[in-house]
């Protein structure tokens, strides 16, 4: 165990944050508002129109629903320049002129939907087409080509054993970024028991290829265009309680950093991983600040993935590839904790997904190692759990999604298996279940206040509840189809489940109890959001990351419970 008291944390804050950063009070800080109504362009005002309004030198989007007479306020606004667009049903307005905000004023912007809208983008995988989501089996869709040359072995038998090629096949980058991309793949390489490296002249061979038949245009092949905006939200007008709600998005400062998991600790702000930047995102819900901060230096670039908050308020994250290490933050202390992975455990232990156990141990899901992982941090011993099918077919089953239900099983999701795993802590005992649609493409669990087990089920576009103590499982259909619903958290103080359609870029809420649907869009196309949080301050606050997107941010619900 690595321990560093007092360790002095790299901040690194955003453009234009430091002197808004320094300011202690929300209301000197956030203590803005815009406020106007929206028309339709023969003058009508319209209710349930979506405003957007961005401030780009603080990196942050603001989304409010227009109400009665058609009017909007979005209050709280941090000091600054702001444009604001409405959108509503086929229409949308122009960008309104600069609005200068100082701490504490008001402004005034009235909105006609005079333009039209751009086509509806389908729901899909970001930057891919509809039917090819993130596996071959994700809805059903076959892999797209591979086109031939030298470095496509390579691309067969050494990149696809971590994820399907059709992630290379829609990416089109420059050389440079290939080659980043190479040397990333290449560290989680390093750290695996299972994978070996590229040679030197492998990854030559192989960066030519990417960036000869994946770049721009080249080899007839035209990059996927840039979506606009405003492309997936609703072309209805939002009424009753979905149109009461406010959401929050911030774009972090590299592009390239790729915030695949959220948590919200206990003061309510949100927390981000960099798979690739390598650090801790904080958003701090109060100041609207975001700061990134340094774990301990480890022999390569840090890797950092799956993250959870634990009872005590302390988040662990993992930190995969060659650094083979999982980690403890306290939020207030600042104080890092570090136990190294033996190689007991197969694979390069990566994973997205970690839980806490009542019990105080600490579970992840090992994607490309087929195992269940756990630590006990008092005695630091590590179990290992082999993924029975997995084990079976001589491959990974790709436990993805994880859970602990009301009697203190663990729930593993099987994504390449279409299965659920069930694992007695206290026994070892493990016991498979098959999910009773096919294609399903599982993905991530949560567990609701009763303690059933809930799941989302990617490919299909649906969500799955197992009651933790009949084994039956249920399947509801959303509102949206296609939704690629992604992952799913139960509100610990409520029956609500709240789930993550990843492929219609919206949060939505389900009641068990009367089986009704809430949806809320977020404010841009192909956010990205593979998982999302309940805050554990507001539970109507939901916390999101967007692996691609390089965004965050959450949606409150402004209703509460019950409406």
Known sequence: MFRQAGLKSTMVIAAMLAMMAARPARAQVNGGSIQGVVKSASGEPVSGAFVKLKNADRRLVFMVISQAQGRYTANNLPAGKYVVQGVGGEKQSEMSAPLDVAAGGKATADLSLTSDRAPALPNSWPGRPPGQGGGEAEGGGALPPLPDGAGKQIVMTKCSTCHDYARIVNSRFDKARWKDIIEDMRSYMQGSTQSKDLTEAESKELLDYVSEKFTGTRAGRAAPPV?????????????GPEANYIAV???????KAEPHEVAADTEGNGWVTQRTGGRLGKFDVKTLVYTEIDPPKAKSKNRLNGIVRAP????????????????????RTREFNVFALPKLASGAASGNTMRVHPNGTVWLNSISANQVIRLDPKTKEFTVF?????V?????????????????????VENNMNKVLR?????GKMDEYDVPLANAVPRKAGMDSEGNVWVGLHGAGKLMKIDYKTLKMTIY????????????????????????EQQADKI???DPQTQAFLEFPLPDAESDHRRIEVDSVNQNRIWWSGDTSGRMGYIEYLGGNGK
């Open 227 to 239: 979506p606009d905006s405003n492309s997936r939200l609703p072309r209805k007008l939002m009424k």
């Open 249 to 255: 998005e911030y774009t972090l400062p590299d592009a």
């Open 312 to 331: 005590d308020g302390k988040l662990w994250f993992l930190d995969g590839g060659p650094n083979r290490r999982w980690l403890t933050y306290d939020t």
């Open 386 to 390: 082999d993924v029975p099918s997995g």
């Open 392 to 412: 079976k077919a001589g491959k990974t089953a790709n436990p993805y999604g994880m859970a602990i239900d009301g009697a203190g099983n663990v729930w593993s």
């Open 423 to 427: 694992i007695n802590p206290s026994t």
């Open 477 to 500: 259909d959303p509102p949206t189809a296609d939704a690629g619903v992604y992952s799913v958290q139960g509100d610990p103080k409520s029956k609500y489940v709240w789930f993550a």
């Open 508 to 510: 939505a809420r389900f």
